[in-house]
DNA sequence: CCGGAGATCACCCCCACGGGCGAACGCCGC
DNA sequence: GCGGCGTTCGCCCGTGGGGGTGATCTCCGG
């Protein structure tokens, strides 16, 4: 367990009281050295692309401007990249999806102990996948029973509905009819197995279909 | 500045990596030293009671059990209480409302510098109240535009429209008649400027009147 | 003591929504 | 080439939800 070399972090995180925390975690564990903070995910894509990080600590939701799953996918894009681990605070599938296929090694949540933390961190920096027990049971979930899973496009049409709009609004805004639309959402009732659009949006909010 | 006495903490926060990043933001301070951490809101209220602590920083949302704002209600309910410091990642009415009545001294987001911090520390040890930016103005455009805060009973049938159930079964969850209901909806409807209630819903998560 | 706000209920009308059914079309994998 | 899936559209019909109006009662504060 004594490495020649240690494993180099970028904790990439919009606050500052997390990014202290991790790296006090962190600095005590032996063979971790945090290279460097970012405050944006912009911040964390350019110090990455220096070459001289192992695993990225990432965050999902940064107040302003690029979200960390972008942010995964443009750091995981370049050769030689480094591995990057997500440490964020909520778990859905509307967080975790995107994350993973942005080419993230793991996904533990900010609830872990210090302990786990250190570990996934290792596990990362060998390329192996750390999983929170929470996310890996809803993967496991979602495998079982591929049926709940909405399509891409019901998944865009409840998320209007999450926003208010009328049927005929929506029809509107992905240039269908409003017939289609509800033919949509008679499916998206099926497979919630709800019987109205307030139930369909508290239902896949729920099980973190859809945003907020 | 150089008090004789420091000022005494507790830190109550069920994120491990959270409390590690404010001690080690804290500890860095003159005249501020960590007491205890507390990793649910029920110990917090425990260790509060022990009478040694001056100042506790309290996050609102805890994995399981008791929330920040209860927590708080009973930590300052006793007389010689220590101040409440709210330090929390989202701010929303449906937060920030029951811990002020509750009787927190202030109200930070996680997101502050670390400078903030210490200062808001020190102020409210002071007996002084510090609002993040963001809060002090959402409760100032409450005070300029009353009418649109919800009654009571008004948010009570909104969160549960959102939960999604029909008015009839709204009402028979708070033993009203379903016209009682879509007479409180309406005059929902007309505060938030909606005509649905998937847009009520919608309305009143942006704007914080509900959460989730 | 009275006025306002909040909560409760009743009545009407009407349309958007939801349920049921059927049917095209394009894409993909077998 | 065929079948499944996703997406699109159409039609009918019944009801729940939204708009308007008005009324009663309680509570609280001026």
Same mark, same amino acid.
């Given at each position: ?54 695993? !990225?600590?990432?965050? $999902? ?6 979200? %960390?799953? #972008?942010? /995964?996918? &443009?750091? =995981? ?16 599938d509307a ?39 929470? !996310?890996?049971?809803? $993967? ?6 591929? %049926?709940? #899973?909405? /399509?891409? &496009?019901? =998944? ?27 033919s949509h ?28």
């Amino acid at each position: 367990m004594t490495d020649a070399t240690p494993i180099r972090l970028l904790l990439a995180d919009d606050h500052p009281v997390v990014r202290a925390g991790l790296r006090a975690v962190l600095e005590t564990e032996p063979g971790l050295v945090v290279m460097a903070e970012a405050a944006t995910a912009e911040e964390a894509v350019a110090r990455a692309a220096e070459g001289d990080i192992d695993v !990225v600590l990432m965050d $999902l939701q940064f107040g302003r401007g690029m979200g %960390g799953a #972008a942010a /995964t996918a &443009r750091i =995981t894009a370049r050769p030689g990249a480094p591995r990057v681990l997500i440490v964020t605070t909520y778990d859905s599938d509307a967080d975790t999806l995107p994350a993973i296929e942005a080419g993230a090694t793991g996904y533990l949540l900010k609830d872990a102990p210090p302990e786990d933390l250190a570990a996934a961190v290792r596990t990362a920096a060998a390329g192996r996948t750390t999983l929170a027990p929470s !996310v890996a049971d809803r $993967l496991m979930n979602r495998l079982r029973t591929p %049926g709940t #899973a909405l /399509t891409r &496009r019901e =998944t865009e049409v409840l998320a209007l509905v999450a926003e208010g709009l009328s049927n005929q609004a929506i029809g509107d805004r992905l240039h269908v009819t409003e017939g289609t639309v509800k033919s949509h959402l008679a499916r998206i009732y099926a497979k919630l197995d709800v019987d109205s659009r307030t139930a369909a949006v508290a239902a896949a909010t729920g099980l973190g279909l859809i945003r907020r």
